[in-house]
């Protein structure tokens, strides 16, 4: 017999959590109450700093006044508009302005809802572009080792990060995946881009060969992956791949999510790196993690080929009910104009130095495997306990909140630091200390 009596005030049971260790957790749960630019404050009224923007997104800090009130504002004027065959200002204005911060010819932005959206869209529209443009047998998709590009079926078909692919069966046929791009004996303690792996690109070639050009729609790649642990490019390596997908007629797609908006001192990756792929996806800092909202931005020749045909057809025939939604785009030109205001990009390109010596100088602390940092990211590899690999990190991320008044973020045994943009220079040496006051907490 179903009991139907009110479910318990505050019972963590309904929620099955997302990427968590649901019974750990709710056994000693962090909650979470309040926020303020670079701060959460816990259930028990503990002020915590955030070293990881949340979750890679709240580039800006937490509740900034100006993108609080356009959200505000306009939930009174307008809640909501279908994007099917209509449209809203606001939508249209936050296109421009992120095509304009776009490098080279990436023109027309096609809205989504998350990071995992946006992938399976960029992969849909290079398939869809190859078959209009009178090259359908171009069908295979090219991932990289270690990638993460969400959690769609596209996204976990072409990433490689084993545990996100093994419990979900085949996954799309016709992919395959070029080499990660870490070395630890080659690249430890690398501050920016290391010097060696560029002749890992070079494995493009091999798979080429293997399956014909003619049978390859598109390569996709983090320009530095993200979630596996932070893996920077070598130098000359996204030049590499640029000029082989030039060479056969591949579509390069970059996967920006994390990547974007600041992170590594620029709008985005590939202007860092002076590479313009094809096709980028975008998320997360678009609108400083407040309302979810991700998209595509797509080269003019791409978005071109698909206008011919009858004038009342439809294109593309793909979309979500939420692509565009009036709030995210309010939210979207609010923090756009947050970002330019106060020069946040450029100011993650300053503190660079200051946050690779704060974290490099963990280097001697206990279990410290290795250290990469870039723009504002640090990755601290842990040494894995014996039979064991993960749990050093997860006490970490507990010795963390309950004992440092620190949220921070692992992947496996590595901790990850991605502070918000407005991280002062003082708050970068805190988040460092206790840093490595966790490290001596989990020894």
Not at 18 to 35: C, G, H, M, Y
Not at 340 to 369: I, M, Q, T, Y
Request: proline share 6%; with cysteine.
């Amino acid at each position: 017999m179903t009991d139907m009596s009110p479910a318990t005030p505050n019972d963590l049971a309904a929620w099955w959590m997302p990427f968590t260790a649901n019974r750990s957790f709710k056994a000693a749960p962090r909650l979470i109450t309040r926020a303020k630019d670079m701060h959460y404050v816990t259930a028990d009224g503990r002020k915590i700093i955030d070293s990881v923007a949340g979750l890679w997104c709240c580039n800006a800090g937490h509740q900034r006044d100006a993108i609080v009130a356009a959200i505000r504002e306009q939930a009174g004027e307008l809640d909501y508009a279908p994007p099917f065959q209509f449209g809203h200002p606001k939508a249209f204005r936050l296109a421009t302005k992120i095509a304009d911060l776009a490098p080279g010819d990436l023109d027309h932005v096609f809205f989504v809802n998350s990071g995992s959206e946006a992938v399976d869209t960029a992969l849909k529209i290079a398939l869809a572009y190859q078959n209009i443009s009178g090259q359908g047998g171009r069908q295979r998709l090219i991932g990289r080792e270690r990638g993460y590009h969400g959690v769609g079926f596209g996204g976990i078909s072409v990433g490689g990060i084993v545990s996100n692919r093994k419990m979900f069966g085949l996954l799309l046929n016709g992919v395959d995946h070029l080499p990660h791009t870490y070395n630890r004996e080659k690249q430890a303690f690398t501050r920016g881009e290391p010097d060696w792996g560029a002749h890992l690109a070079d494995e493009l070639e091999r798979i080429v060969a293997l399956h014909d050009p003619s049978t390859i729609a598109a390569v996709i790649v983090e320009p530095m992956a993200g979630s596996t642990g932070v893996l920077p490019p070598p130098k000359g390596y996204l030049q590499k791949l640029r000029a082989i997908c030039d060479k056969y007629g591949l579509l390069l797609i970059f996967d920006e999510v994390i990547s974007g908006f600041g992170r590594l001192g620029f709008a985005f990756a590939a202007e860092r790196y002076g590479v313009t792929p094809d096709i980028i996806c975008f998320a997360k800092g678009v609108t400083s993690g407040t309302v979810p909202m991700g998209g595509v931005i797509v080269r003019k020749h791409i978005h071109d080929a698909f206008m011919r045909g009858p004038e009342h057809m439809i294109e593309l025939f793909h979309g979500y009910t939420y692509s565009a939604h009036p709030l995210a785009c309010a939210a979207g030109l609010a923090t756009l104009d947050l970002y330019a205001r106060e020069h946040l990009f450029e100011r993650a390109r300053d503190l660079e130095p200051k946050f690779g010596d704060a974290f490099h100088a963990l280097r001697d602390s206990p279990n410290v495997l290795d250290i990469r940092t870039i723009g504002l990211v640090a990755a601290i590899d842990l040494a894995p306990i014996e039979g064991s690999p993960g749990l050093r990190g997860m006490r970490a991320v507990e010795k963390a909140f309950y004992e440092a008044d620190l949220l921070t973020r692992v992947a496996g045994d590595t901790l990850v630091v991605t502070p918000p943009l407005i991280v002062t220079e003082a708050q970068i040496d805190e988040i460092a200390a206790k840093v490595a006051r966790v490290i001596r907490l989990v020894e």
